[in-house]
Nanobody, 130 residues
Framework: EVQLQASGGGLVQTGGSLTLSCVVS????????IGWFRQAPGKEREGVSC????????YYSDSVMGRFTISSDIAKNTVYLRMSSLRPEDTAVYYC???????????????????????WGKGTLVTVSS
C-alpha cells in the first residue's frame, strides 16, 4: 500500500526557516517522482517543488526558487523540503504527493501543472507571521 505522511509544519516568523518531511512507503524512489504542493486559504492548490524519479531532476516554482530546497534520504524513505527566507505568502497547507511521471511532467508540476500524482499524503500547516 502506497502511503505518504507529511510533517514538520508550524509557526515561523518572516525570514525564518522550516524543514518539512515526507515519509513514504509502498514504492521505490526509482519508480515515482515526489512533489510538494501547497494550498493557501481561499486559493487553489499550487505546485512548489518536484523531485523526479531515480533522485533525478529537482524543480521549483518561480515563487520559491532560491529559497526552498528539495532533497531525499533513500535509507529513511523520506523527502524533505527545506524552506528558508519564509514570507507571509508562503502560509499554506503543504502536501507531498507521488506519481509515476516523467522528468518533464515533474518540472511542469512544480510550475502548477497536475500530471499524474496518484498518491497524496495529508497536509501539514505552515504559518508565517509578519
Amino acid at each position: 500500500e502506497v502511503q505518504l505522511q507529511a510533517s514538520g509544519g508550524g509557526l515561523v516568523q518572516t525570514g525564518g526557516s522550516l524543514t518539512l518531511s515526507c515519509v513514504v512507503s509502498g514504492f521505490s524512489f526509482d519508480d515515482y517522482a515526489i512533489g510538494w504542493f501547497r494550498q493557501a486559504p481561499g486559493k487553489e492548490r499550487e505546485g512548489v517543488s518536484c523531485l523526479s524519479r531515480r533522485n533525478g531532476g529537482r524543480y521549483y516554482s518561480d515563487s520559491v526558487m532560491g529559497r526552498f530546497t528539495i532533497s531525499s534520504d533513500i535509507a529513511k524513505n523520506t523527502v524533505y523540503l527545506r524552506m528558508s527566507s519564509l514570507r507571509p505568502e508562503d502560509t499554506a497547507v503543504y502536501y507531498c504527493a507521488a506519481g509515476r511521471i516523467s522528468d518533464y511532467e515533474c518540472a511542469q508540476n512544480a510550475q502548477g501543472a497536475n500530471y499524474g500524482m496518484a498518491y497524496w499524503g495529508k497536509g501539514t500547516l505552515v504559518t508565517v507571521s509578519s
